[in-house]
Antibody
Framework: QLQLLEAGPGLIKPSETLSLTCSVS??????????WGWIRQPPGKGLEWIGT???????YYNPSLKSRLTISVDTSKNQFSLQLSSVTAADTAVYFC??????????WGQGTMVTVSS | QSALTQPASVSGSPGQSITISCTGT?????????VAWHQQHPGKAPKLMIY???QRPSGVSNRFSGSKSANTASLTISGLLADDEADYFC??????????FGTGTKVTVL
């Protein structure tokens, strides 16, 4: 069955750029029935949608993060990635990747904790 | 975009039914039949329980049901079980071609 697995640095310093990758297994990221997204959850808080990408490269971003955000896809590796620049402590969160069939997220990765601290 | 509004907590005894509300606007909940509900146990990833307002994914118990009226969606859990104790988040597609989540509801089984 489809599985998603996030990979990232764990700890990053303020003002640096956060890079995360989501590897997709058990299915193809080129399936046009789906888009692929990132969601985060600060400790003890709710979920925040970050952005979404189609395998063609079309992207949709949360307006509050758009100026710092880049989401890309590598179909040859069946992966998609997130880059968030100029991070601050407010970006500390568990970051999830997920598949979106049509207006919702149906398969989630296990999540990766990212801490922004000097 | 503002988060959808959910009650902070809802509780019930085993076997009872509870309902969680999710209030948005005509630009999200009221405008699209894309409301979904996700269950999250502590330290775990969210799990899809309801999509497209009232559809259950394969493998999800029929004790979980969803509905919508105007700008408010609802999740009902009937025959409450101890394992239903978790956080629940609603989500919706929006007219800005974005997604928005609810503030989250902690369900406690007394």
């Amino acid at each position: 069955q489809l599985q998603l697995l996030e990979a990232g640095p764990g700890l990053i310093k303020p003002s640096e750029t956060l890079s995360l990758t989501c590897s997709v297994s058990g299915g193809s990221i080129r399936d046009g029935n789906y888009v692929w997204g990132w969601i985060r959850q600060p400790p003890g808080k709710g979920l925040e949608w970050i952005g979404t990408i189609h395998y063609s490269g079309n992207t949709y971003y949360n307006p509050s993060l758009k100026s710092r955000l880049t989401i890309s896809v590598d179909t040859s590796k069946n992966q998609f990635s997130l880059q968030l620049s100029s991070v601050t402590a407010a970006d500390t969160a568990v970051y999830f990747c997920a598949r979106h069939p049509n207006g919702h997220m149906d398969v989630w990765g296990q999540g990766t904790m990212v801490t922004v601290s000097s | 975009q503002s988060a959808l509004t959910q009650p902070a907590s809802v509780s019930g005894s085993p076997g009872q039914s509870i309902t969680i509300s999710c209030t948005g606007t005509s630009s999200d909940v009221g405008g699209y039949n894309t409301v979904a509900w996700h269950q999250q146990h502590p330290g775990k990833a969210p799990k899809l329980m309801i999509y497209d307002v009232n559809q259950r994914p394969s493998g999800v118990s029929n004790r979980f049901s969803g509905s919508k009226s105007a700008n408010t969606a609802s999740l009902t859990i009937s025959g409450l079980l101890a394992d239903d104790e978790a956080d629940y988040f609603c989500s919706s597609f929006t007219s800005s071609i974005t997604y928005v989540f609810g503030t989250g509801t902690k369900v406690t089984v007394l």
